[in-house]
């Protein structure tokens, strides 16, 4: 495995990160385990939850999941990096009780005791703002955050679906403060879906934040879908949106010329949509949710494989960037 700083912290995390969004709803807590014990075994130390995973009227089955993992003791809690994170509605009815979503100080505090519990640890690493809260004020999330740190509760915080400009807002305040600020950014980013590179991982450079991509794979469509398609083994790939997005036929010309080139050198397509986002500047590592042993290995492979020019040039111009801004919408 290999290792890199999360943004301009000490912190050393595996370039894999493992999402655990499916544990619960797709994959049982005893198959749930044995995932997190191969990808331990094989390194991975950076493992990515969230309080509402689980869905529906089980938010909060995922974190029990690790929860559970973690108690069955070893050095399972002290080898991993656990980052979870605040700020959606718990209510099973999708109805959160006042004061019981978002960022508010009030919420964060009874968030991450809630947390805590189900996770069976004593502290979270890597806490992360799920999203922007608008209706409160960042310098009462700092002060939460604050309070947090001190009391050993977490180590860090993080964004995700931040835009470029909170991100700098959020750090500003938090220097103003004397805090230590955001230090990674988790968004949307892969081959198809590039639109980050204009704000968002650019403010994340500029104030020293690791970038964690999650839908690596876009719901998919970059893991071999119209092979899988073709095969009949695809129910899941072209499925939902996956499906809408391979019905224009723009979006399949695309990935049948990303299939093409990739039959051409001999490469799996999920490992090349992984492998191409450990090129990309800023990138600590991409979120894998794996549900099978099958896709854990296959990421594994992503973190090794190394990509010739000749590809990366070709998957340029299958999939243009947008850009720097300003140069992409000015001069």
């Given at each position: 495995m290999k290792y890199t700083q999360l943004g301009r912290t000490g912190l050393k995390v595996s370039r894999l990160v493992l999402g655990t969004m499916n544990f619960g709803p797709q994959t049982?807590?005893?198959?749930?385990?044995?995932?997190?014990?191969?990808?331990?075994?094989?390194?991975?130390?950076?493992?990515?939850?969230?309080?509402?995973y689980g869905w529906g009227e089980n938010k909060g089955r995922t974190e029990e999941i690790l929860g559970t993992w973690f108690a069955q003791g070893g050095d399972r809690r002290d080898k991993v990096v656990l980052a979870t994170k605040?700020?959606?509605?718990?209510?099973?009815?999708?109805?959160?009780?006042?004061?019981?979503?978002?960022?508010?100080?009030f919420n964060i505090r009874r968030a991450v005791d809630a947390s805590l519990k189900r996770l069976q640890t004593d502290h979270i690493d890597l806490y992360q703002f799920h999203h922007v809260d608008r209706s409160t004020p960042i310098e009462e999330i700092w002060q939460a955050i604050d309070v947090l740190i001190q009391q050993g509760k977490i180590l860090y915080a993080g964004s995700s679906n931040f835009a470029g400009y909170k991100i700098a807002q959020a750090n500003e305040v938090a220097r103003q403060r004397g805090s230590y600020g955001l230090v990674?950014?988790?968004?949307?980013?892969?081959?198809?879906?590039?639109?980050?590179?204009?704000?968002?991982?650019?403010?994340?450079?500029?104030?020293?934040?690791?970038?964690?991509?999650?839908?690596?794979?876009?719901?998919g469509l970059l893991g071999g879908a119209i092979r899988k398609e073709r095969e009949g083994g695809g129910a899941r790939s072209t499925s939902g949106r996956s499906g809408e997005a391979l019905a224009d036929p723009k979006v399949r010309a695309q990935i049948q010329a990303y299939e093409d080139l990739l039959d051409k050198h001999g490469?799996?397509?999920?490992?090349?949509?992984?492998?191409?986002?450990?090129?990309?500047?800023?990138?600590?590592?991409?979120?894998?949710?794996?549900?099978?042993?099958?896709?854990?290995?296959?990421?594994?492979?992503?973190?090794?494989?190394?990509?010739?020019?000749?590809?990366?040039?070709?998957?340029?111009?299958?999939?243009?960037g947008p850009g720097p801004s300003p140069e992409n919408f000015a001069w």
């Open positions: 049982n807590e005893s198959d749930s385990h044995t995932l997190m014990d191969a990808a331990l075994d094989a390194g991975v130390n950076f493992f990515d939850t969230a309080n509402v605040v700020y959606g509605n718990m209510g099973p009815d999708g109805e959160a009780w006042p004061n019981h979503d978002k960022l508010s100080a990674s950014e988790q968004c949307i980013y892969n081959l198809m879906e590039r639109g980050a590179e204009m704000e968002v991982i650019p403010a994340a450079q500029e104030y020293g934040l690791g970038v964690i991509p999650w839908s690596p794979l876009h719901g490469l799996e397509p999920g490992e090349v949509g992984l492998a191409w986002l450990l090129t990309r500047p800023g990138v600590t590592g991409p979120i894998s949710g794996p549900r099978t042993r099958e896709q854990l290995d296959s990421a594994l492979r992503a973190v090794e494989l190394e990509l010739s020019a000749e590809v990366l040039e070709a998957l340029e111009e299958i999939f243009p």
